[in-house]
Each structure stands twice: as C-alpha cells, then as structure tokens.
C-alpha cells in the first residue's frame, strides 16, 4: 500500500521553469485585478513581490496556488497546465475544467504560508504540523509524527513541539506553519507576506528560516515589504503595481529603478 503521496510524483526538471504564468486576468466582477501578467520562476530560486496593497499580489499568489479561478490566461507548475485539461473534439481543441482530485494533486506540490498563520489552537505545534501529512496525505500517524519532529526541528522549534499556539510568539507560529507547509514535501513554496503581523523583533526569525529553506534549494514566491530580505536572497524582483507587473529584473532593479512608480514605492518601504 502506498502511504505517501510524494512517492508518486516525478521530479520536476530543473532546466525548466517551475512555474509558468502567461498573460493572466482576473476580475472580479467589474473590478480587473490583474491585467495581463507574465512571469516565470526557475527552479531552486526566490522571486520576490513587491507593490503596493491593492496590487493584486495575493490574488496573483493564490491564483497559483488554484485559490481563485482566472478569468484568462494560462498558470503552468512544473510544465503542467493547472486547473484545466486541453481535450481534443471535432471542432478543434477546448479546455475542460481538471476535477477536484486532479485539482487537489496539482495542489498538492504547492506548500502556502499566509500573514496570519491560521494554526489549530486546539492542536500543539507537533499536532498542527502532523494534521495534513495525516488527513490529506494519507501518511500513516507514526510516520507523520515522525516528519513532524523534522521538520520543527529545520525551523528551530525542536524544543517546543508539545506547545499549543497560544503558548508561542508569533514568530515561533509562523515557524510552525512553515514547518507545516513543509510537511507535504511541496516542491513550491508561497509565501504572503509571512512577516507582516509581527511585532519588529520577531520577523528576523521567520526571515532566517525562509533564508534557510531558499538555502535548500527550495523554489520560492515571496510577497513582502521587507527589502534586506528580497535584495539578498531574492533572484528576481517583481514589481507589481495596478494588476501589472512595472518592473521585473535581478535585485539591483531595488538600488536602481527605472520607472517613477517603483521610486516613489520604494521610497515609502525603504
Ligand atoms: P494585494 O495583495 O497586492 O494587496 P490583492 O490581490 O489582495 O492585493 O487585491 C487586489 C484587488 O482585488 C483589491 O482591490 C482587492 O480589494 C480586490 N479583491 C481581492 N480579492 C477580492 C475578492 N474576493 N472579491 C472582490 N475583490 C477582491
Ligand atoms: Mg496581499
């Protein structure tokens, strides 16, 4: 019996894009959020978001991570065609929406951590780490406790596994809901602005952990407005602005922007 959904996933090239996202739309309703963005992402590297609120970077990340449904465009991970199948008929080649177990294992790759970190209060950071190894991934309990224990240790909370949520900082949940994350064994990882409810003294933790899993090699989307983070462990800089991408390029685009728009952001975050 199989007990462990990443056994029979391939592994992904690493001479092609990890994720591809090709002339993106979305609406809701009258509102258009985005308006045509393209971008790839290497993997094994960090790209980094930067714009201002209401840019639509969330709702972009989501979109990757089948969260929301696109109005057009195409969204590839790992050189798939996410959320849709192209089926071949009489009248030529039509999309057909992917089922929710298809779905689900395109989902499956894609490890998301959110502002709020949104742990069980009721479970400890050992339970809320082992909840979907267990629940989703079909991994027996030993084994998902197990993997539990390393992967809070990678995220420094080897002495805290048995603590409930409310007996942690806010720092140490948000390592636990990395830890989490990285229980699934993703080959992505989404991160939303993973430090920005935290009091000051507690974001280099959590930004010392990223830096650590991107040390790994893993593939990484990251929105944030920390700027020392996105310059020195960020390959590519993104910046969004209006449901655009203005600016797209290495981490010196921060040191030197080309438009006004990325300037004057800039000069508010700096
Ligand atoms: P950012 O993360 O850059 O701050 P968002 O992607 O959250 O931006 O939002 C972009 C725009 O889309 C905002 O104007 C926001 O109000 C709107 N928006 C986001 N989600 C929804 C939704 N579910 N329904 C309607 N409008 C939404
Ligand atoms: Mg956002």
Known sequence: ???DQSEDRKQPDSSKPAIIIRDVHKAFGDLHVLKGISLEVMPGTVTAILGPSGSGKSTLLRMINQLETRTAGEIYVN???????????????VLQTLDDKAIARQRARIGMVF??????????????????????GGVSKAKAHEEAEVQLDRVGLGDRMD??????????????????ALAM???????DEPTSALDPELVGEVLGVMRQVA??????????????FAREVADQIVFMDEGV??????????????????RSFLDTVL
């Open 1 to 3: 019996m199989k007990t």
């Open 79 to 93: 050189g798939e065609l996410t959320g849709y199948r192209q089926v071949e008929t009489s009248h030529g080649p």
């Open 115 to 136: 502002q709020r970190f949104n742990l069980f209060p009721h479970m400890t950071a050992l339970g809320n780490v082992m909840e979907a190894p267990v629940h989703v």
């Open 163 to 180: 603590y409930y949520p409310a007996q942690l900082s806010g720092g140490q949940q948000q390592r636990v809901a990395i830890a989490r």
């Open 185 to 191: 064994h993703p080959d992505i990882m989404l991160f």
């Open 215 to 228: 040390g790994e090699g893993m593939t990484m989307v990251v929105v944030t407005h920390e700027m020392g």
């Open 245 to 262: 991408v203005v600016e797209q390029g290495g981490p010196k685009i921060i040191d030197h922007p080309a438009t006004d728009r990325f």
